[in-house]
């Protein structure tokens, strides 16, 4: 019961006794009809119950009309954007506030028109006493204002932190001369903005259902779990093509293979297995033999906030810094070809 998405009465339930999923009845789940798309209460319901058998594809359900009508409307080139920030009760910089939101990097991937997919771009300003917001807008800025492609983030994240970055130019009591033109362009990027981001989150909530996320749609579970039901995208990235010559051309990988197979010959279906190493060399930890990586490594992210702390504060030799540097970079650019793998197996999905 415990992990049933986003469920209010769990704790009513569990004082009568009924503990599992299977202990869901008639009643306790108010199911909306969401018309095309998934109510939350639906999505509780195909948890709890499964998914219907005249509408199961194989363990996943999609709204296919309505994926359909969402590809149609975003214009190419496509943006894929993803940051990562740090909040901390004692501030890096002097005038801030407390869990005052820093931006010290992004990732972005670029798919065109014709299906090519590269790294198009990337941005970390971690050295200490550095102020990175101003710099990460006017980056931000020259990497998307060439074309009016469609830019996409996953979850709210994105936009609540370029709304703040407006605030700080706006109460900077040394604004950047070019502090107008960086409002205008990330307030372009958010919320009724003309070129607002589109959330991939709030676009799997609606029309996208797989059992193996248990309702979640963090990326983290839906990319996985997308994987083990697709095939073109398990055959695309089993193969050494990112960073490839001919490939898809990728900022800090050469040669890359995603979705390797184990010594049994068993396909790794999670890319972000990969992340457990990466966020290793990011705390500057090594593994023993046979550890767990969760052990050392902050989940959800954590680990790059934990990293650009170390690289604030501790006094770290310069093969150091530049190696948790360099896991900071690959560890950012998986987020945005993760929104890349899901947008591509939706897009087989409605061919």
Known sequence: MLNLWNFRKKDDLISQGRIRLKHIQDGDINVVDGGET???????????????????????????THMRRELASWSFPYHFIDFETSAVAIPFHQGMRPYEQVAFQYSHHVMHEDGRVEHKGQFLLAEPGVFPNFEFARSLKAELIGDSGTVFMWSHHENTILNRIMVQLEESLNPPTDADELRLFLASLTKSGERAMVDLCELAKAAYFHVATKGSVSIKKVLPAMLASNGWLRQHYAQPIYGADGGMPSLNYKDFIWLPTDENGKSVDDPYE???????????????????????????????????????????QDEQRSQIKQALLRYCELDTLAMVMVVQGWQQEVR
């Open 38 to 64: 998934l109510s939350v209460s639906e999505r509780q319901w195909m948890q709890a119950k499964g998914i219907p058998r005249d509408e199961d594809r194989g363990g996943y359900w999609l709204a296919e």
């Open 274 to 316: 990969i992340l457990r190493d990466l966020g290793a060399e990011m705390l500057g930890e090594s593994l023993p033999a046979g550890q767990d990586p969760d052990a050392l490594v902050v989940a959800e992210g954590g680990a790059a906030a934990t990293a650009y702390s170390r690289l604030q504060f501790e006094d770290l």
